[in-house]
C-alpha cells in the first residue's frame, strides 16, 4: 500500500479533473459540476487512504516519491508528508468537495462559463496539495507562486462588486512576498553549494547545513516576509478583508480555510528548521506581531458592518494565536498551532459557507440588513451559532483544543505574550456573538423583510427598495431554512468541529511526531518540562 504513489496522485487527479470539466461544452454546466463533485471526493479518498498508509511511529517523511526534475540545479520533483502536512492534506480533501457542493449554484447566470468556475476550484486544489507535501524547495516555490492563479481568477471572475480591485490586490501582495521569497531560496542553493560542493534544494540536506548565523538572518527574513503576507500577520494583512469579502463564498473558505495556512505551515516547515539561529532572534519581534495581530484583528472585527469582512478580520486574530504557538518553541504550543490550522479551517469554513448561505436569501452582506432569522430558519442558526461558537473556542467545539494547547505551552516560555493573547479570547466572543444575535434574533428588518398579504405596508410604503433600509417589526419575516444539498454542505463540518471537541487524539498523534522533529531541527527545547 506504501508503495503506490499517492502524493502525485493527489496532484494529478485534480489537475487531470481540472482539464477535463475546462473542455466540457458551456452548455454542459450540470455535467461540470458533477464531475467536479466526483473528481473532488476521490481526491478526499484518496487523503483517507494516505492516512491510512500512513505511520505515526514512523520516518518523519513518509510515502515518499522523487523524481529528476532539473538536475543542473540539484531539484528533484520530491514529495512526502509528515505529520503536519497529512493534516493539512486532509483538511483541503475534506474541504474542496463541501466547497463545491456549496457552489453548485455560485457561477449560474454569470457571464463566465460555469465550468470555468469549477475548473479552477479542481486546479487549485491541486496546488494546494502540492505546496503541502513537496519536499524541494524549488519545487515548494512553484507551486506556493502557481497557487496565486486560479484563486486570482476565482476572485477576478465570479467575486463581488470590488472582485477585480480584491484581486489584482491579493495577487500584487502574494507575488511580492513570492518574489522576495525566491531571493532567498537562490541565496539558499548558493550556500548549499558553497558548504558541499554542489548546489540542492533537497529539504532534508538543507537542514543539516551549517550556516552563519548573519547570512541565515538575511535568508530567514525571505521566507518570512512571504509567509507573513499569506498568513497573513499584521501589518501585511491588508489584502484579507479585501480578498476574503469579494470572493465567492467557495473561494473565500479556501482562501481563509487552506490557502492562508500555507503561512503558517511554511514558518513551521521552512523557518524554524532551515535557520534555527534566525528563529530564535526574531522570535520576539514575530511575537509582537502575532499578539498586535491578535487584538488589533480583533477589535476591528467588532466595528465591521459586513459580514464577510468580519469574518475575515476574526481570522487575521486567530492566525495570531497559530504564530504565537509556532514562535513559542514547545512542542505542546506547536502541537496546539498545527491543530489549530486544521480546526481554524473547519470553523471558519462552516462560518464563511453559513454567511454566505444567509446572504444567497437576503442579497446583502451588510450585519444589519438581517434580524429575527432564527425563528423562520432554525437549522440556519443553529449552524451559524455551532460556527461561532467555534471560532470564539467554547469548550466543546474543536478550536478550544488548538487554542488551550497553544497557550498552556507558551506561557512557561513567553508568559507576557500568553496573557496579553488571552485578551483576544474575551474580544472573540464579543464579535462573535454580537454578529449571531443581530442577525440570527431580535425583529425582522432590512433586506428580509417581505411583504406580508395578511398586512398592508405602511402609508407610504412601497416595494422592495423602500423597504430595504428601514425596520418595521410588525412584518413578517420570510427566509427558507437550510434545503438538502446545504444540510449536506453543513452537517459534516458540524459533526467534525463536535467530535473534534471532544476527542482530538487521533490528529495529535500525528501532529506531534512531526513537531517534536522540528524542534529537533532548530535545536529547541522539545517539551515545556
Not at 479552477?120 to 519545487?139: K, P, R, S
Not at 511575537?287 to 488589533?296: D, K, N, S, T, W
Not at 470564539?392 to 494547547?405: C, D, H, I, K, Q
Request: aromatic letters at 10%; hydrophobic letters at 55%; a negative charge.
Amino acid at each position: 500500500m506504501s508503495d503506490f504513489p499517492w502524493l502525485l496522485a493527489m496532484i494529478a487527479v485534480p489537475a487531470i479533473g481540472a482539464a477535463v470539466v475546462a473542455a466540457l461544452p458551456r452548455e454542459r454546466a450540470l455535467l461540470a459540476k458533477q464531475v467536479a463533485l466526483g473528481v473532488s471526493l476521490v481526491v478526499l479518498l484518496l487523503a483517507v487512504l494516505t492516512t491510512l498508509a500512513f505511520d505515526a511511529g514512523g520516518p518523519r517523511f513518509q510515502l515518499t516519491t522523487s523524481v529528476p526534475w532539473i538536475p543542473d540545479f540539484g531539484s528533484d520533483f520530491a514529495l512526502g508528508v509528515d505529520g503536519i502536512a497529512l493534516v493539512m492534506v486532509l483538511l483541503v480533501g475534506v474541504l474542496v468537495p463541501l466547497v463545491v457542493a456549496a457552489s453548485w449554484h455560485e457561477a449560474d447566470g454569470g457571464h463566465r462559463p460555469v465550468r470555468v468556475f469549477f475548473a479552477w476550484l479542481l486546479l487549485l486544489e491541486a496546488m494546494m496539495v502540492g505546496v503541502f507535501v513537496a519536499t524541494d524547495v524549488l519545487v515548494f516555490y512553484v507551486f506556493f507562486e502557481a497557487m496565486l492563479v486560479p484563486m486570482y481568477f476565482l476572485i477576478g471572475s465570479f467575486g463581488g462588486p470590488r472582485r477585480q480591485y480584491a484581486a489584482v490586490k491579493f495577487f500584487v501582495y502574494s507575488l511580492v512576498g513570492g518574489l522576495v521569497m525566491l531571493a532567498s531560496v537562490i541565496g539558499l542553493y548558493v550556500v548549499s553549494a558553497a558548504v558541499l560542493g554542489e548546489g540542492t534544494f533537497a529539504f532534508d540536506t538543507l537542514t543539516r547545513l551549517d550556516i552563519d548565523p548573519d547570512v541565515q538572518r538575511l535568508l530567514f527574513l525571505g521566507f518570512f516576509i512571504a509567509f507573513a503576507i499569506k498568513a497573513p500577520l499584521v501589518p501585511f494583512h491588508t489584502w484579507l478583508p479585501d480578498s476574503g469579502a469579494e470572493a465567492p463564498v467557495g473561494g473565500a473558505v479556501l482562501l481563509v480555510g487552506v490557502l492562508d495556512k500555507v503561512g503558517t505551515f511554511g514558518f513551521l516547515r521552512y523557518c524554524l528548521p532551515l535557520f534555527p539561529d534566525a528563529s530564535r532572534f526574531y522570535a520576539p519581534f514575530v511575537l509582537v506581531l502575532a499578539v498586535v495581530g491578535i487584538l488589533y484583528a480583533a477589535l476591528l472585527a467588532m466595528g465591521q458592518s459586513d459580514m464577510k469582512r468580519l469574518v475575515s478580520y476574526t481570522s487575521i486574530s486567530h492566525f495570531g494565536f497559530i504564530a504565537l504557538g509556532i514562535f513559542a518553541f514547545t512542542t505542546e504550543a506547536g502541537t496546539g498551532a498545527v491543530l489549530y490550522m486544521v480546526n481554524h479551517g473547519l470553523a471558519t469554513g462552516l462560518l464563511f459557507l453559513v454567511v454566505g448561505m444567509l446572504i444567497a436569501r437576503g442579497g446583502s452582506r451588510r450585519i444589519a440588513d438581517y434580524g429575527g432569522v432564527a425563528a423562520k430558519a432554525p437549522l440556519l442558526a443553529g449552524a451559524f451559532l455551532v460556527a461561532g461558537l467555534a471560532s470564539l473556542a467554547l469548550p466543546g467545539t474543536n478550536s478550544f483544543v488548538s487554542e488551550f494547547l497553544v497557550l498552556i505551552g507558551s506561557f512557561p516560555e513567553r508568559p507576557v505574550f500568553t496573557v496579553l493573547a488571552t485578551l483576544g479570547i474575551i474580544l472573540a466572543a464579543l464579535y462573535v456573538l454580537l454578529m449571531y444575535q443581530r442577525t440570527m434574533h431580535g425583529p425582522a428588518r432590512g433586506v428580509l423583510l417581505q411583504e406580508d398579504p395578511a398586512e398592508p405596508l405602511p402609508a407610504g410604503g412601497g416595494g422592495a427598495t423602500a423597504t430595504a433600509t428601514r425596520t418595521a417589526p410588525h412584518r413578517s419575516l420570510r427566509v427558507a431554512d437550510l434545503g438538502r444539498r446545504e444540510l449536506a454542505v453543513v452537517a459534516p463540518l458540524v459533526a467534525l468541529i463536535l467530535v473534534l471537541g471532544f476527542y482530538p487524539q487521533p490528529l495529535i498523534d500525528l501532529i506531534e511526531p512531526a513537531v517534536v522533529a522540528t524542534l529537533d531541527d532548530m535545536g529547541a527545547s522539545g517539551g515545556t518540562d
